[in-house]
């Protein structure tokens, strides 16, 4: 059922509907292990249908874009949540600490990889990269967090600093959850390890020859090297 959209959004809503294809619907929500329903928008279209939407009505204003985040993220439809994504990973160099709760939210709403690595790599990243003194706070918030997705956001969200990376804290986060029996934290540990080693591969090396790690962490982190 149709919820009320914030008037911003309103007009994406027709071209979404007019585009629904049932069977691209199916097997996208399949694949996302029924988290969402979804229109059946392809990424390639429903990016062009927003950039067009953008065209048309402009970018919206920084003090609106949390109130769009929610409500495009109460819609039942999974590109509704891609689309605000999209819309705060444009609009994230703008973003401030005092969006920090917000993005914590989206993460923990109907949470997938999908929307939540976005968020931590291209978001939640960008913000904290810009406003460092806020890493302690919030990644003991998240890292020792009883929910995953906020353990894999502690993890990702330096995904792309590259020699920026602060290490400590990688290493850190990744020995803290070196024995967790989630996949999504496994497979995360050995993605941000392999993103850092591109900057520095011996560091990485001796992290993983140094500590327990599972299987699949250590064949992602080790995979380029």
């Known amino acids: 059922m149709s919820r009320p959209l914030h008037p911003w959004l ?10 629904r294809c049932a069977e691209n619907a199916a ?6 292990k ?3 329903p979804f229109f059946g928008l392809k990424t390639p279209l429903r990016r062009a249908l927003l950039k067009e939407h953008l065209s048309r ?3 919206p204003a920084l003090q609106e874009l949390p109130a769009i985040a929610r409500s495009a993220f109460a819609q039942p439809e999974r590109e509704w949540h891609y ?11 703008q973003l401030g600490p005092e969006h920090l709760p917000l993005l914590e939210e989206l993460i923990t709403t109907k949470s997938w ?3 939540v690595d976005a968020l931590a790599a291209n978001v939640v990243g960008v913000v904290l990269k810009r406003y460092s ?3 302690p706070a919030w990644n003991t918030r998240w890292i020792e967090s009883p929910d995953l997705w906020l353990d894999r956001t502690a993890i990702l969200f330096q995904l792309k600093w590259k020699a920026d990376t602060d290490a400590e804290l990688l290493f850190a986060n990744c020995a803290r959850h070196a024995g967790h029996p989630d996949f ?8 941000a390890l392999r993103a850092y080693a591109e900057a520095n591969p011996e560091a990485v090396k001796a992290f993983v020859a140094s500590r327990t790690l599972s299987p699949l962490s250590v064949r992602e982190a080790l995979r380029k090297l």
């Open 113 to 115: 990889w999908d929307t």
């Open 184 to 191: 999504f934290i496994r497979k995360a540990i050995g993605w």
């Open 83 to 93: 689309s605000a994504v999209d819309l705060l990973v444009r609009q994230a160099k």
């Open 10 to 19: 309103e007009p994406l809503r027709e071209a979404f509907e007019t585009r």
């Open 133 to 135: 003194g806020e890493i």
């Open 57 to 59: 009505f402009g970018k």
């Open 27 to 32: 097997a996208m929500r399949a694949y996302i």
């Open 34 to 36: 029924d988290i969402a």
